[in-house]
């Protein structure tokens, strides 16, 4: 009886922080309309408040049992960045926003890595996986200013590919981060070891491509929209699951399955149900994101915190002119883009959450602690730096240029 009595008192607790959790993400969207701001920004300062570190509404207990979020929000996002990796959108584009992408990512993600290495005195490990978090650009906030503003021409058409391709880069150069970790970690324990992680890696990625295969034969005309939903979703958490247990990231696992998918099928209709069903999944993993910064660690975010927030910026700047420049883009293009690539925040939040549990704990608190921190300010001046961009790029209809 006692048993019974505990565990239904967990439920009661985890079912009403939910409830809490989702009232205070429709509230911080009001507040963040109000002041036109992204409603990421809003739910990780509502968690902020409803959490440990300041109200205490929910209990520290209560979030350690909600950890599972990231990893399903995740795989919602891998698998929605998939369909960005259509056939004739990769051809149509040919290698140039390839090169800019890769560009603009890989050298934001090497001046942070350097930086933290060489500056700081960090391991390599915390080092190379706060660098691989770096190259992550958050598209909602860039979308919605174009969106907002009518903003079409070739600035807005570069934009977007890179925006498209940007967090693919982001998870190919995590997954290489943990990848090298494991094999480092493994040194000299002899060849299995030292080849495990590659192997691993390698069998997620045929699990993803083969998912995408099964899907495809299984959801077929006669299907149902629900049976549908039902389906794409059973099949994320088992690529999830499965590659918790391989401890690998399911990130890559999980693009390659949406990206086989819209290839083989070209059923958009699928990513626009995952899309309508995810909201509540998404705020509640950004609030989680809140609740789980240590307001007391703030100061370990300190001159790395401030470092790593400015070398980004820069780094992304440099590398998206260095590749516009390299593949011959007109000269707005070249030196606006990278203004327009600053805001971070989904895909970074779920990878620091993967990477605090890869480091030491103070190590992988603090790293949690800095993209969380510089998350909220990067969403905050993230959209007054695209609006910027697409007002000197002159491709904003006259009629909203006086807003």
């Not at 060489?118 to 080092?127: A, E, G, I, Q």
């Not at 969106?147 to 977007?160: M, S």
Request: with cysteine; proline share 3%; glycine share 8%.
């Amino acid at each position: 009886m006692a048993a019974i009595a505990i565990h239904s008192h967990t439920s009661t607790l985890v079912l009403l922080s939910l409830s809490l959790i989702l009232f205070a993400g429709f509230f911080a969207t009001r507040v963040t309309k109000l002041f036109r701001l992204p409603n990421v920004s809003g739910y990780i300062i509502a968690g902020m408040l409803i959490g440990p570190g300041m109200l205490h509404i929910i209990p520290e207990a209560t979030i350690e049992n909600l950890s599972f979020i990231s990893d399903v929000a995740l795989a919602f996002i891998a698998f929605d960045v998939g369909r960005f990796f259509k056939k004739e959108v990769i051809c149509g584009s040919g290698t140039k926003v390839v090169v800019i992408t890769i560009f603009e990512a890989l050298v934001a993600g090497v001046a942070v890595s350097v930086a933290m290495r060489f500056m700081f005195s960090f391991s390599w490990d915390f080092s190379l996986l706060l660098g691989a978090i770096a190259t992550a650009t958050a598209p909602a906030s860039t979308l919605m200013t174009i969106n907002q503003y009518g903003a079409k021409g070739e600035f807005v058409n570069t934009l977007l590919q890179v925006v498209a391709f940007d967090d693919a880069v982001c998870l190919f150069a995590f997954t290489l981060a943990t990848a090298f970790i494991g094999i480092s970690g493994n040194e000299g324990k002899g060849l299995v070891n030292l080849l495990a992680p590659l192997f691993f890696n390698i069998l997620a990625l045929v699990l993803g491509f083969l998912s995408g295969l099964v899907l495809k034969r299984m959801i077929t005309e006669k299907r149902s929209n629900e049976n549908r939903l039902i389906l794409v979703i059973a099949f994320l958490l088992a690529i999830s699951g499965i590659c918790v247990i391989l401890n690998v990231s399911p990130l890559l696992s999980c693009m390659l399955f949406g990206a086989v998918y819209i290839n083989l099928t070209e059923d958009r209709e699928l990513y626009r149900q995952i899309n309508n069903f995810s909201p509540p999944i998404m705020s509640t993993f950004f609030i989680y994101s809140g609740m789980s910064l240590d307001l007391g660690s703030l100061k370990a975010f300190g001159a790395a915190g401030v470092v790593y927030f400015l070398i980004r910026i820069a780094g992304k700047y440099a590398g998206a002119y260095a590749g516009c420049a390299l593949t011959g883009s007109a000269c707005k293009v070249k030196s606006l883009l990278g203004l327009a690539l600053i805001p971070q925040a989904g895909v970074a939040i779920g990878l620091a959450f993967l990477a605090q549990r890869i480091l030491p704990p103070d190590m992988g608190d603090m790293l949690l602690t800095i993209i969380l921190a510089s998350s909220v300010l990067y969403e905050l001046a993230g959209p007054g730096a695209a609006k910027c961009a697409l007002v000197l790029s002159g491709e904003i209809p006259s009629p909203h240029r006086k807003e």
